[in-house]
Each structure stands twice: as C-alpha cells, then as structure tokens.
C-alpha cells in the first residue's frame, strides 16, 4: 500500500488560488491512480477529479471543471491539485487518495487515503 501525505492548505481570499502536493511513498506511484476529494464541514466526502497512472488522463466534478486542474509526476512521487477562482464554497478538507480502477475512483474505490489538508476560502 502507498502511504500519502498532503501539503499546501491554506488560507486564501475569494477569486485567488492555492496549489496542494500530495507525496507518495513507495516505488509503486506510476501504478496508482490518484485522486482527489474533499470535505467540507457537516457534509459527506465528495469527489473533486483524478488523473490516470500516466497523468494522460483527468476528470473533475462538475463544480470544479474549468477551476481546478489535477498533475502529477511520477518521477517525484507527487501528484498536485491546482486550484484557481477559488470560491467560499470550496473551504473544505482536501485529500489525496489512490486506487487501481480510473472509472471507480470517483464512486470512492480507494486503497490508501492521506490525512487531509484544510483549504479556507474567505468571502
């Protein structure tokens, strides 16, 4: 299994932009997709996007497409959420997360989770 840990929370005013890191652990990265979800206080986890072992591929929710854009490289062991337009409503935990299957990584087939990282959009 592949251990995660996030970086890059923060505060940050409506309209700017935050960059979050997730590093992996392991010789195994290149074989995962990964994942990203959020959080957001009294509400269930729900999916942001997630790129393909390669990083050929992404998707995204609909309420990020446009804003959000998810990277990685494999020779770092990183994948990275690029967060632009940033509303109030995206204030939430984020985390990274990886699983073996591109299509049901979103409906939450996940093998390891990182810790979280808390994301702050002010009004």
């Known amino acids: 299994q592949v251990q995660l840990v996030e970086s890059g929370g923060g505060l940050v005013q409506a309209g700017g932009s935050l960059r979050l890191s997730c590093a992996a652990s392991?010789?195994?990265?290149?074989?995962?997709?990964m994942g990203w979800f959020r959080q957001a206080p009294g509400n269930e986890r729900e999916f942001v996007g997630a790129i393909s072992w390669s990083g050929g591929s992404t998707y995204y929710a609909d309420s990020v497409k446009g804003r959000f854009t998810i990277s990685r490289d494999n020779g770092k062991n990183t994948v990275y959420l690029q967060m632009n337009s940033l509303k109030p409503e995206d204030t939430a935990v984020y985390y990274c997360?990886?699983?073996?299957?591109?299509?049901?990584?979103?409906?939450?087939?996940?093998?390891?989770w990182g810790q979280g990282t808390q994301v702050t959009v002010s009004s």
């Open positions: 392991g010789r195994t990265f290149s074989s995962y997709v």
């Open positions: 997360a990886a699983s073996k299957n591109y299509v049901r990584v979103r409906s939450g087939d996940i093998e390891s």
